[in-house]
């Protein structure tokens, strides 16, 4: 079953439609939807090579965009749609943490929590509650994004058909370790707010 959900998000990844879809995604999560843009950005990247770097390009600016929404939702929104995110993330109270790591770190904090597994919209949500300016919270969450999704890109683009025929091969270990990194994620919001 594995093999065919590969298949399949493989040949998804070669479509035409795949770029907006990239987009949609990496927007959405950095505000309020639960799935990483990695998990389409990594078989598009893989699907073609070529593209890498313009797939990168397309996740970071929809992700620093989405991130602004984000933070419009934690200025403008918090108690109506911000709380009830943070609340599915159980970070309701994760608020004065981040505003004392924002006061502390500034820009690096954005940054540092940016690139990590850590759901982003938790950070970008917070960001907007705690008011953190905000051209500097657009310039942490454009260099932040693009590491993330400029890496992957780089790891896949270089590595190619090695990494590709990795993934085919040990299909199961490679889909367990990314279940494992996105829980991951959830779990550590939970451990550094």
Do not use: C
């Amino acid at each position: 079953m594995l093999k065919k959900l590969y298949d399949w998000t493989m040949r998804a990844a070669a479509d035409k439609k795949a770029p907006a879809a990239l987009a949609g995604v990496s927007f959405a999560e950095s505000s309020f939807f639960p799935i990483p843009p990695d998990v389409m950005l990594i078989p598009m990247v893989l699907s073609r090579r070529e593209k890498a770097w313009w797939y990168a390009t397309i996740a970071t600016v929809a992700s620093v965009i989405g991130g602004v929404f984000g933070y419009a939702i934690g200025y403008f929104l918090y108690d109506s749609v911000g709380l009830p995110v943070l609340r599915f993330y159980g970070k309701e109270n994760a608020l004065d943490g981040f505003t004392q790591f924002v006061h502390d770190y500034g820009v690096a904090a954005v940054i540092i929590k940016g690139m990590t597994p850590i759901p982003y919209k938790v950070v970008t949500i917070a960001a907007g509650v705690g008011h953190m300016d905000l051209l500097s919270f657009i310039g942490a969450s454009i260099v932040a994004r693009a590491m993330r999704f400029y890496i992957v890109a780089g790891l896949l683009y270089f590595a190619g058909e090695p990494i590709r025929a990795f993934i085919e091969k040990r299909l199961t270990l490679v889909m367990t370790a990314f279940v494992v990194l996105l829980v991951g994620g959830f779990v550590a919001v939970s451990y550094i707010f």
